[in-house]
């Protein structure tokens, strides 16, 4: 402890460095304000500015990535809980409570439980990292294909009962995510599947344009004719924004709870932010009194996934330092900006570019404090996208979405792609399928494959090495303890069913007592 104390200070000196303190604000001020465009994210935002890091020297270059990163993740829940448009998929959870929290008047209310949650999560990562980075990063290793594939599994039945109303919709949108997973190229044989001979499909769906297309060209199809703007009573006084006293303590355990679930999630390599929003989205459903409630505008529906997005995304550069195993594609883009300045990641970055490693774990802390700086005096700003009329509000999102898609790859087929998957998402939300759960499918799919198949490679196709293993063992033990919960929860809603048309039955056509009795 001594020894990370000493190493945390030194990290501080190199933070704090002039240079390195103003990449590390500008990183954190163009994250922000990329994350708050709707079409628009950390992956975009680190692609463009790449470049620039071949003219940089290793610290600051990472500090200004790292500072986009977690930057845009708050400014991405300022567009999901205002707009309804996430720029990035963990977000996509937030749109559930947040956005039904705006059409209430307390959008100002959500932003300021988000920016507690991502704070308070994002220290305790630090934390964790400072601390207990040798442990994880021991853990981090004993996770091979067959534990891999049983937490995505896992991951995938939990994130699949997430939404509300049938949870048999919420199998089918996750399953229908699946399917879109695996379009492309098969990484094993080199052959297309269900590319339908498009070559644009050869590389896949991409997860932009899935997201833009069921969360912000869906909500602009079902509400293209809405003349009125979004009411709201939310003040723009800083003081009104901040959250009383009584929400205060209902978010609380919420971002406890989210802040564990990411930093749990956070030490498994090959796992990224999306999982945990879901997951801890998924948790608070089953520990609130009242789950019926999510996705009217619950604060717990907020705070969990926001507090389990910022935990992760700080315990996340573990496996992506300490392994070289990105958790998505934005920690590749961080891998390839430490390939470019000559640096392999892995276990000896920590012991040959301290500097960097510790640098870049108090610039975390420096970056969240510049995050409430900038956010608590613009919170109202944000608010005031409220007041712009429908009718120019969401065509000019229209424009972000496209022209950001646009920007990511230069192709005019991903356009194609957002609005082809807005369609289907307006389809989906008309018949009230949850959307939410496709994202899930998409992110987890080709992982799910790609680790089932490796796993069973390496057992020469025993498939009991799922079970065999005590990792694994776990995770597909708690798979299958939440199917016997969700039976044992459909089994008793059928009954109260059941039992409520047999009472009125009898008050109508005077049952006897005995005849309800023997129902079952």
């Not at 995510?177 to 269900?194: I, Y």
């Not at 001979?197 to 969360?215: N, R, T, Y």
């Not at 590749?332 to 276990?347: D, E, K, M, T, V």
């Amino acid at each position: 402890m001594e020894q990370s104390l000493h190493d945390l200070m030194m990290g501080f000196e190199i933070a704090f460095e002039h240079h390195n303190l103003l990449w590390s604000f500008f990183g954190v001020l163009v994250g922000n304000l990329i994350g708050v465009l709707p079409g628009m994210g950390a992956l975009s935002a680190i692609s463009m500015l790449l470049p620039l890091t071949y003219v940089m020297k290793p610290v600051p270059a990472i500090l200004m990535l790292a500072g986009i990163f977690y930057g845009s993740m708050y400014g991405g829940a300022i567009g999901a809980i205002l707009l309804n448009l996430p720029s990035h998929p963990p977000h996509a959870v937030t749109c559930l409570d947040g956005y039904p929290m705006t059409r209430k008047g307390k959008g100002g209310t959500a932003l300021g439980i988000t920016m507690i949650a991502s704070f308070f999560a994002a220290s305790i990562g630090i934390i964790v990292m400072i601390f207990a980075s040798p442990a994880l990063v021991a853990v981090s290793f004993k996770f091979g294909p067959a534990e891999l594939f049983s937490i995505m599994l896992l991951g995938l039945l939990a994130g699949s009962t997430m939404s509300r109303g049938s949870a048999l919709k919420g199998v089918a949108m996750t399953l229908f995510g699946l399917l879109c997973g695996v379009v492309g190229t098969d990484v094993n044989s080199g052959t297309f599947r269900f590319s339908f001979g498009i070559p644009e499909l050869s590389d896949g769906l991409e997860l932009v344009a899935i997201a833009l297309g069921v969360f912000g060209v869906a909500d602009f199809l079902l509400n293209v004719n809405r003349l009125t703007t979004i009411s709201t009573d939310t003040k723009l006084r800083i003081r009104d924004m901040w959250p009383n006293w009584a929400e205060l303590r209902e978010s609380f355990w919420p971002m406890v709870r989210g802040t564990g679930v990411g930093t749990l999630f956070g030490a498994m390599p090959g796992t990224g932010p999306t999982i945990t929003t879901f997951l801890a989205y998924a948790l608070e459903r089953k520990v609130s009194k009242t789950p019926e409630k999510f996705g009217t505008g619950m604060i717990a529906g907020v705070a969990a996934p926001e507090a389990s997005a910022h935990s992760k995304t700080q315990v996340d550069f573990i496996p992506t330092m300490s392994l070289g195993i990105p958790g998505d594609a934005v920690m590749a883009l961080l891998l390839g900006a430490l390939l470019i300045q000559g640096i392999q990641p892995g276990p000896q970055l920590l012991g040959e570019h301290p500097d960097i490693f510790w640098g870049l774990i108090a610039s975390f802390w420096i970056g969240n404090v510049l995050l409430i700086v900038l956010n608590v005096p613009l919170i109202g700003v944000w608010v005031k996208l409220l007041r712009v009329p429908y009718r120019y509000l969401f065509p000019s999102a229209l424009f972000f979405i496209v022209v950001g898609t646009y920007s990511t790859q230069n192709n005019l087929f991903q356009v194609w792609e957002v609005l082809a998957f807005g369609v289907l998402g307006a389809v989906f939300m008309v018949l009230d399928f949850p959307v939410a759960p496709i994202l899930l499918g998409f992110v987890l799919g080709p992982m799910v494959e790609e680790n089932f198949r490796r796993a069973l490679l390496l057992s020469r196709g025993d498939m009991s090495v799922f079970v065999t293993r005590p990792i694994s063992a776990a995770f597909i033990a708690a798979c299958a303890l939440l199917l016997l919960v969700l039976g044992f929860s459909a089994w008793r809603a059928h009954r109260r069913r059941k039992a409520g048309g047999g009472a009125v039955l009898a008050e109508v056509g005077g049952l006897p007592d005995v005849e309800l009795q023997g129902d079952d």
